[in-house]
């Protein structure tokens, strides 16, 4: 069994069973009885699933002790697609295209938190690149509470190459960087979009950046000089909602 299909905490393992993601195994803490680990137990027996009830220090050794809540499930592999998937994705959109995308962020629990808030966002994809970028792992999918199950991600070989390619389908590509002349709340973010952030510190690469049709700012009013990129993966996300919510 490879950690990298544990799905653990409440939300993301229900999420499991609500989008029809296949699952081998589901482990219950045998001290845990309420009526969310009732309506998993249940949807566990619709699909035939093996349950076992185990004490919490075996949750804690599956998980590398991470706040699984008492319900740890492993599930089929991680569902991440690559160009060509994004390619057959793009034709089944019978709505403007609205995507994240995510220029290396490594740290898992930013990524969890982005899908999280694309998700609630109503983004249709969250795409980034193979390489030097976190994936799908138990950590990710637990920050997401849920969202990694619900929302499709892609890993791409190269970025700049994909966006290129995002532009040949006429979507508007927004990058967030300091430096713009723009803010955020100035630009049309209506129409075919995809919301462009950078990495942790290091913001947008050179290529990526250069990829865009648009650079925006967040105005900063504190002392502070950045934003989290999942911080600021919401602000951005939930502006191009407001404008794209019909008044």
């Known amino acids: 069994m490879g950690s990298e299909n544990l799905v653990y905490g409440l939300h993301a393992v229900m999420a499991l069973f609500e989008h029809h993601r296949p699952v081998r195994q589901l482990w219950v803490q045998d001290s845990r009885q309420d009526a969310r680990v009732d309506e998993l137990l249940a949807k566990a027996a619709e699909f035939g699933i093996s349950v076992q009830r185990v004490a919490r220090d075996k949750l804690d050794k599956l998980t590398n002790e991470g706040r699984h809540q008492g319900v740890v499930a492993e599930a089929g592999a991680a569902q991440a697609g690559d160009e060509h998937d994004l390619d057959a994705f793009l034709t089944t959109l019978i709505s403007p295209a609205f ?13 969890g938190a982005c899908l999280r808030s694309a998700n609630a966002a109503g983004v249709q994809a969250v795409i980034a690149p193979k390489d030097r970028a976190a994936e799908l792992t138990p950590a990710v999918r637990k920050a997401a509470a849920g969202a990694a199950e619900m929302t499709p991600f892609f890993q791409v070989t190269n970025l700049a190459r994909t966006l290129r390619w995002l532009k040949q389908q006429n979507i508007w590509l927004v990058g967030l960087a300091s430096e713009a002349d723009q803010t955020l709340y100035e630009m049309d973010l209506k129409g075919p979009l995809a919301l462009v952030l950078g990495a942790e510190g290091s913001g947008l690469r050179r290529l990526s950046k250069a990829e865009c049709d ?31 919510t019909p008044k």
Request: hydrophobic share 50%; glycine share 6%; aromatic share 6%.
């Open 214 to 244: 648009f650079l925006a700012c967040i105005p900063m009013q504190g002392d502070v000089e950045s934003l989290n990129v999942s911080v600021a993966a919401g602000v951005a996300l939930f502006e191009a909602v407001r404008q794209r």
């Open 99 to 111: 995507f994240l995308v995510l220029d290396g962020v490594q740290d898992p629990h930013n990524l």
